[in-house]
Every structure is written in structure tokens, then in C-alpha cells.
């Protein structure tokens, strides 16, 4: 008899109805009493659909108001020493923590592994307390059981909570914490059991990365002792194959394991062969990382024999929690029906684990027409016509080494480029977005209402880019941009107009905190029927004698931050996006935009795991941006940007993109993120941020001229640009217009300091 569970399900609702009433109590506008209340109602939906389902445990511990790492802070009383609070927080508190207050900042937050979920990180140092702090785990199960379920509680083990953690105080290891950590998680293990839990879920996600023979060898040790509880252990791996791990995890004196057989599918073999009698094996088959229906039959395939061995040994599970998918595609109504048969949110999973689940247990006829239903979805999918377009397949057929190259190397096209802009030293521009107005968004929302006609909402732009460009004209910036007014999101934008994608009106997946995003669906093959940018960047062009950027989203983060089609390589589908984005670059060459921008944010996000894999990924992720930006000619300038990361492991891959221009967020590091570039002796040139967009301060002058003087000490002056750190949609005016009027200014100071110029792009364009 196959048992079946989850490893966590989403936990905003499902009309984002924990975002609303978080939002609500920070406004003041609910007491706590209300959030509490609606938090409520949403796991006893949770636990209901479980049950509802068939599976033999509800999961609890999932939820949490902010982020599952902060509840482990507050749960393992460690809150970062510098809030003063006591061990147990209260619900203002754990938000302080997670927002800052008047005389904190908040918690670093970073994305959780290789989604786009984003974590708070927990702060060490050698004297970092532990003791039980809030209790909120054991009232949910509490909660769980007065409600009549079976509650299996899930934890963060306590080798991931520490490896995710940063030491905060220099030549300690964090690892030397587990002695009095480990004390804490027996605690709550033996208040869980005493509240009759029999098996709790401990995640241990680091198994998926590359560890440390220190980190890798604490596994046995911690396991041990936690085992010494007596309540029932199933360890869950995910994100994954476990590879040099797969051992240790499979020899731990745990009661049962659970692995990734979606990213992990080569190693199940090994897996149970590995695996200990009387073990149990909880088999991840669902995709908890995508949105396509898992083909049941498949797994079934799969797994019957296995199921025969194990008997109730073996569970079914997604692959890892729910959290990054969204809650349930059944209320889609605007999605084409055939695309939308073929798709499957949380509530769609579980319904599918059930299917599985009585599938083993009362064999197929059981559930002939669930299996029938899905087969037939998938078969439509693997040959419907919407998919697979043959023009695409054979332009990436026809792909040779020239497609991504550009026809000159960097140095004949630099002073092609040179001689055509003749651009001051230090040339100042900005990364794309100017404020986006109350004005602004009010005018696209009346549009996509149908409230506003199309030529009202062009005329709203126009006049939005037409002050972006004149104030930048007034400000004196060397190479502006139209100001990105028409985009709401910088992929959506792109993918709305590109063929092969689709949106969902509801999809909304947890990003941090009361945030969700709702990324795209990349579901066929990818095709610019029609130039999407052309008529706007004209449109500013033809408002200024200065060069006007053109500005596009690149490849790998249109990719990275959209559902993408689990029937082809990502590479492939890398690519084909790659061809669109060219095409449009190559339009906006033809209607004479010289300097073109294509941003890839999501660049260093996209590097797999493991390092083993990173060579192959950046291989064909530059090779995409390359594909992508060289259908043009010498003297056309091709810019990129990259934020929120670390460049330096990555930096050869940066320069194998080979843009004419790079700038990145460094403001923030005080420059130290453009160590590496001067180190590498990175080829090209670079705009490193002079100043922090995230936040209004404007700053003056001087720190703008120190930045750019130990810029100018990694970095050759000439090769040299001024701009801020990224976009500045989430700015307003004001603020903006000073900062850049500072920016100039800087850079103005930094000329005049060099020669007016000496050593500048003005002098070797000559
Ligand atoms: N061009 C985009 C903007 O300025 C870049 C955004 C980003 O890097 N995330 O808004
Ligand atoms: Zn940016």
C-alpha cells in the first residue's frame, strides 16, 4: 500500500489572500486578531484539500507570515542580537525583522536556492543563543489535530538552516554552532512527539549542493543525536540529484528519505540499491518546480515494481514543497482551453498524487478515466501544432558560428563607435526605467480595462517618455533612454508580445514576503511576429539630437523568470528567444537606433547548483545573449546590465557575452564588485553603479567622484561609463532628477580632473 504526501503546499491563498491582509496589518488597517484569522482559514483550506485527497498526513509547518527561515529563527529563539529582542518574538517583532524598524535595518534576504523564492538570512555569531523561542509550530499542530487531521510536521534541518545562515562576526564557523543548536531541535523533536506525532519531515536541501567534506561529514553526527528523540524522521532532499551525497543521506540513521526523482531521475537506481531495509523511500515525481501535468502512466511505469517490493515503504510525493507553483490553475478562464488542460498548479498536483496513489493501491482500471484524461492531455500537448512551429525549428537548424559573433572584434568596433557618437569621457547614461508614475500606471490600467482607447494610451506614453526625455536632456546625460513607461514588467512586456507564451491571470507564486510574481508560461516555440520596441524608441529618437537607447530584456532572464517548457532543453528554448530578441535589435538598427541594451538581470541566477554544471549552462546561456545581439554592425553599440549578484566566479562568461558595454549594480558594495572585472582584466566597457536606486537618498556629489576615482583605479578611465545602479521605475521624480543632476555633475568633476577628457572616449575617438 503506497502512502502519499506533500513536502509543503503555497501558503498565500488562493487569491493572494495572505498577501492582502499581511499588507492590511502593516497598514494598521487590521489588528492582529483578524491576520491571525485569515491565516488560519488558509491552512485549514490547506490541510482540508490534503485530506480531501486521500494523503496519509496533512504537512504542517509550511506556513509562515513571512518566510520558513525567519519562523526557524524565531522558532530556534536566534533573532539577530542587534533588534534587542527577547527569545520569544511576537508577530511585530518577527515583521521588524523582516522589514526593519527606526534604528534597524532588516534581515539580507537571497533567493532560495535556484528559485525565485527569496529567503531571510539568519545572522551568526560565535555567541548566537539558542534556545525554544516561538511556539507557533506546535499551536499549528495543535490547530492540525483539534481539526481532526494527521498532522506531519516539517522542519528545517539543522545543517541547511546553518549553511544558509552568514556568520556575522569574521574567523568563525558556523558549524561549530551545531553543539548548541542540536540541543534545541531534540526539544522541539520530543515536544512534537509528545504530541503524538509519529513522523516529522526534516529538509535538508544543502544534499543537492556541493558540500564541504566538513559540512558533508556532520550529516552522520547531527542525525545521530536527533535521532535519539524517537520520533520518526523522514530526511527530504530536493532541488536535485544528490550525487557524492547520495550516499551519506542514504546511510543516515533516519526512517525514511525523500528524494527529487524529477531533477534526481538518473540516480533513483543507485538510490535503491543504496537503500536500507526498512527504509522508507519517498519517491518526488511530481514536478514541484513547473506547471505541466505529470505524465501518470509514466510514473506508474515506473514505479510499479518498486511498489511491489516496498509495499507501504514506498510514498509518493512533488518532487519539493509546492511553495513555487501557483495554487491552482482550474480558475484560469482566459487561458486557451487546450493550453490550459495541460497545465497543473498545486491544487492540480495533489489531485494528481491522488490519482497515483489509488492507481498503486487499486491498480489502474481503479482510476481508468483520471489516467485516460491525462493521457490524452499530454498526447495532445506532444503533437498539437500550437507548440511546434517549424519555421522556428528550422532557423535554429540553420544556426551557424556567425549567428553569434559580431563581425569585428571588440577593438575595431569600439573605435567604429567612437568615431560615429564621439562621447565625452565618462559618458553618463541610465539603465532604462524612469519613474513610473501614478499617471503612468493609472492610464495602462484604464487601457487593459478597455477604458482608455489605444490611441488615448499612446499619447499617455508618448507624453510620459516625451518628459522623461527632455528632463534628461536638461540634466545633460551623454546617452538616454526612452524611460520604459509602456512596460509594467520588464519579461511580461516581451512575452506578451512574442509567440510560444501565455499568461495566467491568477498564477501568482510567492517571491518574499507579501510579494508574488506571475511568471509567464513558455509553452511552444518562441517567434517575433511583430518589432516590439521599434515605434516607441523612434518615437523618443526623434524628441532628442542625443543617442536614444534602445532597450530589450536578453534571453536568459526572459527564461529565467518564466514557467519554461519541460519537452525541450532550456537551452533550446534560450535560443529561440535568442532569435527573437535579435530580430528586434535588428529593427531598431534599421530605424536608426545606434546604442541597444539588453538586460540580463537574471544572468548569474541562472547558474545551476552545482558547479559541475555551470560550464555547460554559461556556454549556451552567452552564447544565447550573443545570438542575440550580433546581427548588427560594428558601429552599433550593444550595452547589457546585471544586478543583484556576485560577478566574480562568473566573469570570464561575462566577457564571452562580448557587449560593447556592461554596466552593474556596485554602489552597494562600495565598488568591490568591480574588483574582479579590473582583476580579469575584463576586455570592454564597463558602467559600474555610482549610486544605490533602492533607496531615495539622494548623494552628493563627492561620493559619486569617490566611487568613480576607485572605479578608475581597477578599471582603464577610458573604457569607463557614469550611471546609477539599475533601473529607476520605483523611484519619483525628485529624488531622481537630483541624483542624476549629481551624477553629472561627478562625472563632469571626474573629466576635468582627467584633462578634460585625457585618457577619455572624446581623445581616442580622434
Ligand atoms: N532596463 C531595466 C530597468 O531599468 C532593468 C531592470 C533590471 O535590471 N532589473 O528597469
Ligand atoms: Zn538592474
Known amino acids: 500500500m503506497a502512502l502519499a504526501h506533500v513536502l509543503g503546499v503555497p501558503r498565500i491563498g488562493p487569491n493572494r489572500e495572505l498577501k492582502q491582509a499581511q499588507e492590511a496589518f502593516w497598514r494598521g488597517a487590521i489588528d492582529e486578531a483578524a491576520l491571525q484569522a485569515v491565516a488560519s482559514g488558509i491552512r485549514q483550506a490547506n490541510w482540508q484539500r490534503q485530506h480531501a485527497a486521500g494523503l496519509d498526513w496533512v504537512t504542517v509547518g509550511d506556513f509562515a507570515f513571512y518566510d520558513q527561515m525567519l519562523n526557524h529563527v524565531a522558532l530556534l529563539g536566534c533573532a539577530p542580537q542587534r533588534f534587542g529582542f527577547g527569545r520569544k518574538l511576537d508577530l511585530s517583532q518577527y515583521f521588524q525583522l523582516a522589514r526593519g524598524n527606526a534604528a534597524c535595518h532588516a534581515m539580507e534576504m537571497t533567493k532560495w536556492f535556484d528559485t525565485n523564492y527569496h529567503y531571510l538570512v539568519p545572522e551568526l555569531k560565535p555567541d548566537t543563543p539558542f534556545a525554544l523561542g516561538a511556539e507557533w509550530l506546535f499551536d499549528e499542530v495543535a490547530e492540525a489535530q483539534t481539526a481532526g487531521f494527521k498532522p506531519k510536521p516539517v522542519l528545517i534541518g539543522p545543517l541547511s538552516f546553518l549553511y544558509l545562515a552568514k556568520e556575522k562576526t569574521p574567523g568563525f564557523n558556523r558549524l561549530d554552532l551545531l553543539e548548541r543548536l542540536l540541543p534545541v531541535y531534540a526539544q522541539i523533536l520530543a515536544r512534537l512527539k509528545a504530541m503524538g506525532v509519529e513522523w516529522v519531515q526534516i529538509d535538508e536541501p544543502i544534499l543537492a549542493l556541493d558540500l564541504s567534506a566538513e559540512w558533508r561529514s556532520a550529516f552522520e553526527r547531527v542525525y545521530h543525536s536527533l535521532n535519539a528523540a524517537g520520533v520518526k524522521l523522514l530526511l527530504a532532499s530536493y532541488f536535485g540529484p544528490l550525487r557524492e551525497n547520495l550516499l551519506v543521506a542514504l546511510k543516515l540513521p533516519v526512517a525514511g528519505i525523500h528524494v527529487d526523482c524529477v531533477r534526481g531521475a538518473d540516480e533513483l537506481a543507485q538510490v535503491i540499491d543504496w537503500l536500507p531495509a526498512t527504509r522508507v523511500l519517498s519517491v518526488g515525481v511530481i514536478d514541484g518546480r513547473n506547471i505541466w501535468k505529470t505524465d501518470l502512466a509514466a510514473v506508474l511505469d515506473r514505479f510499479e515494481g518498486l511498489h511491489a517490493r516496498l509495499g507501504d515503504r514506498l510514498w509518493l510525493a512533488p518532487s519539493c514543497s509546492l511553495l513555487h507553483v501557483p495554487v491552482s490553475l482550474a480558475h484560469e478562464n482566459r487561458l486557451d482551453p487546450e493550453l490550459k488542460n495541460w497545465l497543473a498548479g498545486a491544487d492540480e498536483k495533489i489531485a494528481a498524487l491522488s490519482t497515483l496513489k489509488t492507481a498503486f493501491n487499486a491498480g489502474r482500471p481503479s482510476v481508468a478515466a483520471a489516467l485516460a484524461d491525462n493521457a490524452a492531455a499530454l498526447a495532445a500537448r506532444r503533437h498539437s501544432s500550437r507548440v511546434h512551429d517549424a519555421a522556428v525549428a528550422e532557423r535554429l537548424h540553420a544556426l551557424t558560428a556567425t549567428h553569434d559573433t559580431r563581425n569585428s572584434g571588440f577593438a575595431v568596433r569600439q573605435a567604429a563607435q567612437r568615431a ?76 506578451e508580445q512574442l509567440a510560444g507564451f501565455a499568461f495566467s491571470q491568477n498564477g501568482w507564486v510567492q517571491s518574499y514576503g507579501s510579494r508574488c510574481v506571475k511568471p509567464p508560461i513558455i509553452y511552444g516555440d518562441v517567434s517575433r511576429p511583430h518589432a516590439m520596441t521599434v515605434a516607441w524608441t523612434r518615437y523618443a529618437q526623434s524628441l532628442t539630437g542625443k543617442p536614444m537607447k534602445g532597450m530589450l530584456t536578453g534571453p536568459v532572464t526572459i527564461l529565467q523568470w518564466s514557467f519554461v517548457r519541460d519537452d525541450q532543453p532550456r537551452a533550446t528554448t534560450a535560443l529561440q528567444i535568442a532569435l527573437a530578441i535579435r530580430d528586434e535589435v535588428v529593427d531598431l538598427e534599421t530605424a536608426g537606433i545606434g546604442i541597444i541594451q539588453i538586460d540580463e538581470p537574471a544572468y548569474r541566477e541562472g547558474l545551476p547548483l552545482r558547479q559541475a554544471d555551470w560550464a555547460h549552462y554559461l556556454d549556451w546561456a552567452s552564447r544565447a545573449f550573443r545570438i542575440s545581439a550580433s546581427g548588427v554592425a560594428d558601429a552599433t553599440q550593444i550595452h547589457t546590465h546585471m544586478c543583484y549578484s556576485e560577478f566574480n566566479d562568473i566573469l570570464p562568461a561575462i566577457a564571452a557575452m562580448d557587449a560593447d558595454v556592461i554596466t552593474i549594480e556596485t554602489s552597494r558594495s562600495d565598488m568591490e564588485l568591480l574588483r574582479g572585472f579590473g582583476a580579469f582584466h575584463y576586455p570592454n566597457e564597463i558602467g559600474p553603479g555610482v549610486y544605490d536606486i533602492h533607496s531615495p537618498r539622494v548623494p552628493p556629489v563627492s561620493e559619486m567622484t569617490r566611487l568613480l576615482e576607485k572605479a578608475a583605479r581597477v578599471i582603464a578611465p577610458e573604457n569607463l561609463w557614469v550611471n546609477p545602479d539599475c533601473g529607476l521605475k520605483t523611484r519619483g521624480w525628485p529624488e531622481t532628477e537630483a541624483a542624476l543632476e549629481n551624477m553629472v555633475a561627478a562625472a563632469r568633476a571626474l573629466r576635468q580632473r582627467n584633462g578634460n577628457g585625457g585618457g577619455g572616449q572624446a581623445v581616442i575617438a580622434v
Open 420 to 495: 560615429r557618437f564621439r562621447l565625452p569621457a565618462f559618458p553618463t547614461t541610465t539603465i532604462g526605467s524612469f519613474p513610473q508614475t501614478a499617471d503612468i500606471r493609472s492610464a495602462r490600467a484604464r487601457f487593459k480595462q478597455g477604458e482608455l482607447s489605444e490611441a488615448d494610451y499612446t499619447a499617455a506614453m508618448q507624453q510620459a517618455i516625451r518628459f522623461a526625455v527632455e528632463r534628461q536632456d536638461a540634466l545633460g546625460l551623454d546617452v538616454l533612454v526612452h524611460g520604459e513607461a509602456e512596460r509594467n514588467d520588464m519579461v511580461e512586456y516581451f512575452g
